[in-house]
């Protein structure tokens, strides 16, 4: 935005300084000027003389006094007006000093660098709390443009893959054309199928952090029993033991993202559980006012620090616990975080002490009456 130049505001802050003082000094010589005439009679000189019996005073009228006071006050009038100019310029330099260094920070920022930091030192006021305000921003804005290049580059990354498996895989298959056509096509089938499945987890990560979807009342039980049914022959093939309970409960949003979350959860308890005889328990509650969905698993013990890691895109846990063969993509939980988020709600995750994980959702409850 361009603006037609104007007074800069050190020197707006310099002229009212130097106005006010001016001010203040007009007005106590004015007071001044006043109680002297009180006490200094408006009569000539020769008729106070003889007022006095002609007794020698020196003595002097209204006239004489302002011809010898406007002189001075003229004087110290200037040198107010002098001083408040340079005092003031000197001041308001120091008051608005660090709005100049806010004023650069933004300007670097704007250019791109949001590594830059204002760090005002010195106690708390007005433009120091600004300042921290504006480092809080560039912090949180830094990390959310470190954290989307990220994503980016690891969306590229995992998109890529399968092309280039696929590439490679054609290129085979035509340096050589004797080979054998069906395995090609099973081949590539599955290649084709995990880029699908990861450009739809993709898609599914963007629509929950747009908050785009129609919100309808759904009960939370009914969706874990559908995600449930939907898994039991994975959990069969698996050996996995799974058991839903829990009560009705109701809350509001979208009833497709809703049974994708539950069955991401539960998809990973399974798959991340133990190699076989392993269990996995569904519940859902009402808790004052709040939805509860717990979803728990046996499994090999999670080391704490890599829990809170889990929710960021591609973060598929370290290779040790990765006993299965399941290769996910590692957008599961993070899909799940972003609806939780997209519907108010909350997530956590917390190692069992004998291994496996809980999850735990809370969702803001609705009463069915009121829809
Ligand atoms: N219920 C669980 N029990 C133990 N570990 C889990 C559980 N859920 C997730 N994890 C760990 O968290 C990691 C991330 O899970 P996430 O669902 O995001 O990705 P994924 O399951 O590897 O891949 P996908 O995108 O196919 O779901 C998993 O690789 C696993 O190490
Ligand atoms: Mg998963």
Redesign the pocket.
Known sequence: MTRRPGLSARLKLTISYAGFLLLAGALLLAVVWVFVLRHVPDEDPESIRRKFGGVIIVAANRTDLLRGFAPAAATTLAFLFVFGLLGGWILAGRMLAPLTRIADAARIASNGSLSHRIRIKGPKDEFRELADVFDTMLEQLQSHVTEQRRFAANASHELRTPLAISRTLLDVARNDPTRDQGELIERLHTVNTRAIDLTE?LLLLSRGDRRSFTREPVDLSLIAEEATETLLPLAEKRQITLDVTGQTTQTVGSAALLLRMVT?LVQ??I??NLPAGGTVTINTESQHNTSVLRVE?T?HP?PPELVPT?TEPF???TER??TDEHV???????IVHSIVRAHDGTLDLTPRPTG??L?TIRLPEVCPING
Do not use: D, F, S, T
């Open positions: 987890a991401n990973n308890a798959v991340h698993n499994g999670l889990l973060q598929r846990g616990i990765r996910g993509v590692g957008l599961g939980l993070a496996g994980l999850v």
